[in-house]
């Protein structure tokens, strides 16, 4: 689900992911998953890849929920570390190292041949990401959003392994943004959230990436007291063998509830392929304009169907 408000001049959107448990009624699960990881870290500039290893004992580590940072006093056991050692030259004992993250999780076998995600709002300031003890990725920088298609690396019947190895060094041989210049402060770690999201073969990605577009966008080319017009780009992804005939319904309601139009779009997406959908809605007559006294939202939601028929 998605909602807009209309406010003149400009147009706000927010996202709203709805979290299901039952893929018979929604085709995405999404669980977030901060609970229950265990850390360590080791000021080694090369990673230890027995931490990766599903054989390794982390009994020992410590237990840590996300959001987290190892430039804490809880772990470095300095009152304020950027105070202690503003620069990884005074010391580089909690820059220059790795922080390990572990966590331990399995799936319904009933699941099994559906498409599986892992997301992370932002990890400072490099990350590799380990699934049963193979490399599935890295990403570079610790202020965006990105995720890996772990389908190939998991087990459905069976306990899986994910590491996430972390790195904060300022001067790194990748020079990732921001390096020493200026009075700035990095603190390592996953410090926002993560999930894990299973969705259907046909599906609408994560939004957006280094590797694709992505996700949906809505623009408002027309918007006053008396009339809105959205447009709205919806990406639908086919990792089915075959090729599949799509329609995407998107449905939106005013702040109450009440229908306002519902959009239908047919295609046919190629296996592998990323396609488009463009939908336009009819002009809305006296909309409920966003302000901070009246935050009024128009809701929408967007769901790709396989299984029609060319006439």
Excluded at 163 to 183: F, Q, Y
Excluded at 222 to 251: F, G, H, R, S
Aim: aromatic share 14%.
């Amino acid at each position: 689900m998605y909602r807009i408000c209309f406010q003149a001049g400009f147009a706000l959107l927010v996202f709203v992911s709805a979290c299901q448990t039952d893929l018979k009624k929604s085709p995405v699960i999404s669980k977030t998953i901060n609970a229950n990881w265990t850390f360590n870290y080791l000021p080694n500039d090369a990673i230890r890849i027995d931490f990766v290893d599903t054989a390794f004992d982390d009994s020992n580590w410590q237990a840590i929920a996300l959001p987290h940072t190892w430039s804490t006093y809880e772990t470095t056991g300095d009152l304020h570390p950027f105070i202690a050692n503003p620069s990884e030259r005074d010391d580089p004992y909690w820059y220059q190292g790795w922080g390990y993250y572990r966590k331990h999780f399995s799936f319904d076998p009933s699941l099994k041949g559906k498409k599986v995600f892992v997301e992370f709002d932002a990890v400072q300031k490099y990350s590799k990401v380990y699934v049963n003890g193979k490399l599935v990725g890295d990403h570079k920088g610790g202020f965006t959003s990105f995720y890996f298609d772990i389908s190939d690396f998991v087990r459905w019947d069976g306990d899986n392994l994910m590491v996430v190895a972390a790195s904060n060094r300022k001067n790194d041989e990748l020079r990732i943004a921001p390096m020493s210049g200026g009075n700035w402060d990095i603190y390592g770690g996953i410090y926002r959230d993560v999930r894990l999201v299973i969705k259907d073969k046909l599906y609408i990605p994560f939004q957006g990436s280094y590797q694709h577009e992505g996700g949906v966008y809505i623009t408002t080319p027309l918007v006053n007291e008396q009339n809105a017009v959205a447009v709205i780009k919806t990406y639908v992804k086919n990792d089915n063998e075959q090729a599949v005939n799509c329609q995407l319904t998107t449905t939106i309601t005013d702040p109450d509830g009440a229908l306002l139009q519902q959009l239908k779009q047919k295609a046919t997406i190629l296996p592998g392929t990323l396609y488009c959908f463009e939908q336009h809605t009819d002009t809305l007559k006296n909309p409920r304009l966003w302000s901070p006294d009246s935050p009024v939202l128009v809701q929408g939601g967007h769901q790709p169907q396989p299984g029609w028929r060319r006439n």
